[in-house]
């Protein structure tokens, strides 16, 4: 069965950092385009960061550029998604997806998703 799996959620007071992570069940990740995406409660699911399969390109939404990094391990077929400065806005459900092309930062055409981690920040 062909599935990804979140991990690193959790409770952070605002201010703190996080760190998700994206592995595959499967399947290896080293070949796909890697998108990050959260949806809060009441709200529909937005995009947060996309990385290229070889890791040189990436994009951010404006609400968290400068806060948030991209990355990956191809070594360990993952990805990550560091999360700093949190705020409580950055609240939601984090999800990692997986597709074969590159895309923009919106396009929410994926191949394979995470079941997501729960973020939550709060004092």
């Known amino acids: 069965q062909l599935q990804l799996v979140e991990s690193g959620g959790g409770l952070v007071q605002p201010g703190g950092s996080l760190r998700l992570s994206c592995t595959a069940s499967?399947?290896?990740?080293?070949?796909?385009?890697i998108g990050w995406f959260r949806q809060a409660p009441g709200k529909e699911r937005e995009e947060v960061s996309i990385?290229?399969?070889?890791?040189?390109?990436?994009n951010y939404a404006d609400s968290v550029k400068g806060r948030f990094t991209i990355s990956r391990d191809n070594a360990k077929s993952t990805v990550y998604l560091q999360m700093n400065s949190l705020k409580p806005e950055d609240t939601a459900v984090y999800y990692c997806?997986?597709?074969?092309?590159?895309?923009?930062?919106?396009?929410?055409?994926?191949?394979?998703w995470g079941q997501g981690t729960q973020v939550t920040v709060s004092s």
């Open positions: 990385i290229s399969v070889g890791g040189r390109v990436t």
């Open positions: 997806a997986a597709r074969r092309n590159w895309a923009t930062l919106k396009e929410m055409s994926y191949d394979y």
């Open positions: 499967g399947f290896t990740l080293n070949n796909y385009v």
